[in-house]
């Protein structure tokens, strides 16, 4: 099945240290968004990608880099973790002409 | 800025009561508005987009431009129900989503 995929699924991490979450799909889709989520809010967009040599800031990309590193793979990077980073973190995918959204399972992240 | 307000975190309603989530957004341009749902232990899905017009699971969502509004509703709420429903509007400029906080229905027996 074609399928949008995180990795890891679950981190716990300490203030000061790079970390990346991984993202790859099967989709075929040219677009692909990071989004953050914290407790009792809706998702947030850090970063978005329209192909491999566009790379775009969302509202929240302070603190975070991406790269994308071909049309499947898309990879978020904390520099240098905070607390205030701990959240559940999505990334999603699209076609281009069409607005659907496909999501991954997210990746919960702690920051101690 | 846009901005999609879904005042409810928790509704909950009996099984085969009227459901109604309420979604209220911010724009300046023509909307595209879109339900998602999380379903427990799954991931992030689309249920409707107010461009179908269609009804997903029994659910509808009307677009009302008067009032800001794009509730989504189903006649009588199932069990299989219960879940995490999100109002989303599409930034036309980055096409990404904005999303509300969320309502959770839960549907009791």
């Known amino acids: 099945d074609a399928d949008v995929t995180q990795t890891p699924r679950n981190r716990i991490t300490k203030t000061g240290k790079r970390i990346m979450l991984e993202c790859s799909q099967t989709?075929?889709?040219?677009?692909m968004y990071w989004y953050r989520q914290d407790p009792g809010l809706g998702l947030q967009l850090i970063y978005y990608?329209?192909?491999?040599?566009?790379?775009n800031k969302g509202e929240i990309s302070d603190g975070y880099s991406v790269s994308r590193q071909a049309q499947a793979k898309f990879s978020l990077s904390l520099e240098s973790a905070i607390p205030n980073q701990t959240a559940l973190y999505f990334c999603?995918?699209?076609?281009?002409?069409?607005?659907?959204?496909?999501f991954g399972p997210g990746t919960r992240l702690t920051v101690l | 800025a846009q901005r999609v307000t879904q005042p409810e975190k928790l509704l909950s309603v009996f099984k085969g009561a009227p459901v109604e989530l309420k979604c209220n957004y911010s724009?300046?341009?023509?909307?595209?508005l879109f339900w998602y749902v999380q379903y427990s232990r799954q991931r992030l899905q689309l249920l409707l987009r107010?461009?179908s017009r269609e009804s997903i699971k029994g659910f509808t969502a009307d677009l009302n431009k008067g009032e800001t509004s794009f509730h989504l509703k189903k006649p009588f709420a199932q069990e299989e129900d219960s879940a995490m429903y999100y109002c989303?509007?599409?930034?036309?400029?980055?096409?990404?989503?904005?999303f509300g906080s969320g309502t959770r229905l839960q549907v009791q027996p």
């Open positions: 107010h461009i």
């Open positions: 989303a509007l599409l930034d036309t400029g980055r096409r990404a989503l904005t």
């Open positions: 724009y300046s341009g023509s909307p595209e």
């Open positions: 989709k075929g889709h040219d677009r």
């Open positions: 990608s329209f192909d491999v040599k566009d790379i």
């Open positions: 999603a995918t699209s076609e281009a002409g069409a607005d659907t959204q496909y």
